[in-house]
């Protein structure tokens, strides 16, 4: 119950961070939701987003202060 439950809430943050304007190639959106606390330096002072997709890493400048360029989620299947 509770891993149906964390998969209905990664589902919620989807939808809600896919209307922010960041693509991330070969990386799923859900992969890319990480809380700026939980962010893990990918990039390099001044990396530009291509840069840091480039590097198989996320990039979001929205919040200050936290890695812009860092380490995806990784991927876990969800069964109901």
Same mark, same amino acid.
């Given at each position: 119950m509770e891993t149906?439950?964390? @998969?209905?809430m990664l589902l919620v943050l989807v939808a809600?961070?896919?209307?922010a304007a960041a693509e991330y190639v070969g990386l799923s959106p859900s992969q890319c939701v990480v809380p700026a606390k939980d962010r893990v330096d @990918?990039?390099?002072p001044k990396v530009t987003p291509e840069q840091c997709n480039n590097r198989? +890493? +996320?990039f979001d400048s929205s919040i200050?202060?936290?890695p812009? @360029?860092?380490k995806p989620l990784q991927e876990?299947? @969800?069964t109901f």
């Open positions: 149906r439950a964390l @998969c209905l809600w961070s896919s209307s @990918c990039g390099y198989g +890493c +996320c200050p202060q936290v812009w @360029c860092f876990t299947e @969800c």
